[in-house]
């Protein structure tokens, strides 16, 4: 059996192709994202296609001859309108676009409850209402669908318009139960993730190197396949370092509502529980491009440093506090800096900031967790497994290659055409870090000194 998967991130496309004993190849493409604005966020959607391909162009071609199923794993909250033949309308708006704080703050008291998804600016039922008032050409004339980048590329491949349930569940235009609420007409078929949607046009089967008629996937959103990547339970959640942070804990039924957690629908059933942090990889990003370094540096810089980072605080909230906190008029915040400080110190609070972030959102989603994993290239990162494990006072595991999207896509697809891929044997665990005794006892002190500093300061920029 050949799988290839296409995970269609928020900065890069991968491509990968599995066998029944694992990883054979991966292929890797960036997409461009621009911010036209301050807190802008777009994508040109041709880029997913280009990325597509040239991630495919890296795997074997003779392998590629031998797929059996494409499947898919695909950024959430991304969308472009597109015509009836799927030709987008001007950009995409990019999942942490925050042009929409107003039309989030009008989805109501009842939209979380309703719905399951955080009243935020990231949520596409906020950027659909910005768009409405400010762009309401792209919304008429041969506008027929809002798209996302798997939604798209599915399209392209089969002809046909789907988008999948665990993707859609995120958009804030369906309830929990499935009901569609304002603005769900402009979706397209909602399937189940496992679902074959078609099979591979002879056009695009040709560019993307594999036979036609190969069976298409509908594939899942890249926190549901994720879990399942690592599978994830709620004695075991997964904590993800990407551009962003989040923790992840799947469910069996609808959780009791928590205004700080989203829920959405589960790849192979079931539900999600999920807080989504401001920031993670992107803030030592943002640090690199002050100090004129790279992010790994920082983070091999960050790791001779202390915990408590010399007395520095940080609140990693650049474009605003996600989970737990949700209030988007706060900014990444630095206390306690005095001239000593280095970037190493600052990459450290940082990094202990998105921690102390992640415990809190654990202590709401997965109270009784007994260890943690881990998801994301941030597991790759020692600084940051350490960090996290003292933190939570948990052990850390992670696997070997740590393309747990991927390997969740894999694990879909493979479902969908009546075979098993076992995610331990495919991704088997390489390391689990039991916490340090000193680290755990420094980061009790500074969690709550952190939890002062973070309330302290929503309360002086919202007033209250």
């Known amino acids: 059996m050949r799988i290839l998967t296409i995970d269609l991130g928020t900065s890069a496309t991968k491509a990968a192709l599995w066998s029944e004993d694992g990883l ?46 494409v499947g898919f794993s695909t950024q959430r909250d991304t969308f472009v309108p597109v015509t009836t033949a799927g030709e987008p309308i001007g950009r995409a708006i990019g999942s942490a676009d925050r042009r929409a704080t107003a039309e989030a703050a009008g989805l109501g008291e009842d939209f979380h409850v309703l719905t399951g998804v955080v009243p935020d600016a990231g949520t596409v039922a906020a ?13 008429s004339g041969g506008q027929r669908w809002i798209l996302g980048p798997r939604d798209l590329i599915a399209f392209r491949l089969t002809g ?19 009901a569609g609420l304002e603005g769900a007409e402009l979706l397209p078929e909602i399937v189940g993730p496992t679902t074959i949607v078609g099979d591979v046009l002879p056009a695009p089967s040709a560019a993307l190197g594999v036979r036609p008629g190969t069976p298409v996937v509908a594939g899942a959103g890249d926190r549901a396949c994720e879990v399942i990547g690592v599978t994830a339970t709620t004695a075991r959640p997964m904590v993800s370092w990407g551009a962003f942070a989040g923790v992840s804990v799947p469910v069996g039924h609808v959780p009791a509502p928590d205004p700080g957690i989203v829920v959405s629908r589960g790849a192979l059933g079931g539900f999600v529980m999920e807080a989504d942090l401001s920031a993670a990889g992107s803030a030592l ?32 909230w650049l474009g605003g ?31 202990e900031g998105v921690a102390f972030d992640a415990a809190r959102c654990l202590d709401r989603a997965a109270p009784d967790a007994v260890e943690l994993s881990l998801a994301g290239g941030g597991a790759s990162i020692p600084l940051w497994r350490r960090v996290l494990s003292g933190v939570a006072n948990r052990p850390v595991v992670t696997r070997t290659h740590g393309e747990t999207a991927s390997t969740g896509a894999a694990i879909v697809a493979a479902r969908a055409i009546g075979s098993r891929l076992d995610p331990d044997l ?24 952190h939890e002062m500093v973070a309330r302290a300061t929503i309360s002086a920029v919202v007033g209250r």
């Open 24 to 69: 054979i190849a991966m292929g890797r493409a960036p997409v461009d994202v621009e911010h036209p604005r301050p807190g802008w966020v777009e994508q040109d959607p041709e880029g997913w296609w280009t990325s597509t391909l040239a991630a495919c162009a890296q795997l074997p071609s003779e392998e590629r001859m031998q797929v059996d199923a």
């Open 127 to 139: 950027k659909l209402a910005w768009m409405r008032r400010h762009e309401p050409e792209r919304l």
């Open 160 to 178: 046909r318009a789907i988008t999948d349930a665990s993707v859609a569940s995120r958009t804030g235009l369906m309830a929990l139960d499935g």
């Open 285 to 316: 990003a943002w640090l690199g491009r002050l100090t004129g370094q790279s992010p790994d540096d920082l983070a091999r810089q960050a790791d001779d440093i202390d915990a408590g980072a010399g007395g520095l605080l940080a609140l990693a």
């Open 321 to 351: 506090a996600r989970a737990p906190w949700w209030e988007p008029r706060t900014g990444l915040t630095f206390a306690g800096l005095t001239p000593l400080h280095t970037a190493a110190h600052l990459a450290r609070a940082l990094v």
């Open 426 to 449: 495919v991704d088997p665990v390489s390391t689990r870090e039991r916490p340090f005794d000193s680290d755990v006892v420094a980061y009790g002190d500074l969690r709550m000194r």
